[in-house]
């Protein structure tokens, strides 16, 4: 034991030349599944599919799912469930929309349009959000109430207070700063987007060297130089990919010239402008890029996965499990408040029944994104791309003309059948 | 450095002692006002029929129970231990009879759980918590490579040898082993062996449970006995022979001539 002479590290056997690009397997069958998918809605709609437009529109839509299914990796990792995300979303949604064009107007004065209302009412709509989230982690954890029962009453209460809040009525226009957060109604424009592509993949690939530096300093193995920058030229190329096809999107000439007239601009024959990235987009990818570090970089992400994947010997760690289950349904109720902004800003306005049925279509992004529901198992990206396959299935098979209630069989039968590969492709592994 | 035995015949003040400790599980009495105590570098064996509440007794030391009434004292002063925590600060560490492993973590997550050696950011290093889990993997099971694989796809043994590990690796000065052994080959068996008799030369207290009377004789100081939650007695290994100690458990008397 005394003895601290290091182990020799076995050498790095032959081995194929995919296999040393060291990619996870489970990434790289989601994003083929995506990939066929695409390819096959956009033979099946002539072309239609795969526009910058319906790129544009297609991501747009998922960012209030994939921003909330982030926060249910967390949740399912440590063997609990959220059933009220969606309600949860209508709260906040109705919060913000009474904030913005009742109680700042009408109590403190300012008006709807006021610099300061839609920064106010974010942070309400987030503080509520975090509030009620932890109140249902507090029980979960505390009181030891099965999460699917709090959640299961969350359902009911959270949509009904909502409901109760805005007398079930459609509260609009909201704050015109505010709805910049929705999607189209603000964008980053071309330039902007690549200077954001641009720095996003030199961080990208700076955070790969990093890594392989940090093996380098600990004489583990690495990957050969070959591998290490087929790597970073896909990642750079993906970023850099993505903000050309968004910057693609041209702005109609009409509503150009409406956005140049209202600046009193006249536009000049032949102007193109791109849309570039939206600034929803960006939203998710924030959360995206922090969650992940969370979940691979930080003591909570450690302890969470622990938990769940043996909660006694987490507590026999030290770990103070109850707390930490609050943390996690505190964090899960800020993104349901930060979708509730995007969702409620894009659709320009609260609705009463915004939000219905998301804490499904949440709860199947992670799920087909390889969240294990028996606990200590799951990706933010899996998550993310999840909600990306649902939503192109939705709105390709509406395309294509399916009818409504195929869509939701067909998307039913998918998350059974993404789970049922799952399974499968676990056991061959030997894991469970 | 004095014997434990010679420490014991001074008088000196155990560095822990549990008197009186009960606890009962719903109308059943798992301990039953049990005291046993533990000098530096001794051996302290417990011995007992399943569910005589060994475990139980030795978890009330380790913070996951709550004991019913009773007090624990570590060098002399009376101390409350009430979550694992608390007993990580009072330098005591456990290998649970269940491992208390988080199976899809890898070896040294599972090492480091609740002590991750940090970035100056904050951020977790797993580089250098992988450095020094096969620093000491390497002292404890050479053979010994699955560094990034989750704990799920190592053998008994592998996982029995993280554990262990973990239990050493923090300089433990009170150290509880719940059946170390019972995952284990015999080669791997004697090396742990090997490991209690160097952690008692560095001056460390063992409670140690295990089910062979031929390694408790072998390893131990002293050996006290359970049976039905109550303490049947303490003995000095010196003063009884291997089927002393079966009669006591089997039995539930202590033999006439070992007073310990
Ligand atoms: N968490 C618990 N809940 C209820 N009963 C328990 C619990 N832990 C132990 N017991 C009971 O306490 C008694 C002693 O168990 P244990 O300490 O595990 O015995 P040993 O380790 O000596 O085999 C058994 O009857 C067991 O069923
Ligand atoms: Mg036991």
Redesign the interface.
Known sequence: MTETTSQPIPEQQKRGLFQQLELDMRLLGMIGAFVILCIGFNILTDGRFLTPRNIFNLTIQTVSVAIMATGMVFVIVTRHIDLSVGALLATCSAVMAMTQTELLPHVLGLGLNHPVTWAVTIVVGLAAGTLIGAFHGWMVGYLTIPAFIVTLGGLLVWRNVAWYMTDGQTIGPLDKTFMMFGGINGTMGTTWSWIIGLVAAALAVAAILNGRRAKLAHEFPVKPIWAETVICGLTAGSILGFVWILNSYQIPARRLKRMMEAQGETMPEGLVVGYGLPISVLILIGVAVVMTIVAQRTRLGRYIFATGGNPDAAELSGINTRMLTVKIFALMGFLCALSAVVASARLANHSNDIGTLDELRVIAAAVIGGTALSGGIGTIYGAILGALIMQSLHSGMAMVGVDAPFQNIVVGTVLVAAVWIDIVYRKRLGAK | MTSPKELRAQGATPMVEMNDISIAFGGVKAVDKVSVDLHPGEVVGLLGHNGAGKSTLIKVL?G?YQMDSGEIRINGNKVEIT???DA?THNIE?I?Q????????DAA??LF????I?TPF???ND??M??EC???????N?N??KFSE?V??LSGGQRQSVAIARA?YFNAKILIMDEPTAALGPHETQMVAE?IQ??KAQGIGIFLIDHDVHAVMELCDRASVMKNGQLVGTVDIDDVTDDDLLSMIILGKKPEAAAA
Do not use: C, H, W
């Open positions: 380790s996951a979550n694992p925590r990580r456990t649970y269940t491992l208390a492993l988080a199976d899809n973590l997550s599972n759980l609740g002590r991750e940090t904050g951020l977790v580089a250098a992988e450095a096969r620093k000491i993997m390497g002292g404890l050479p010994f490579r989750p799920s796809a050493v490991l160097q952690l």
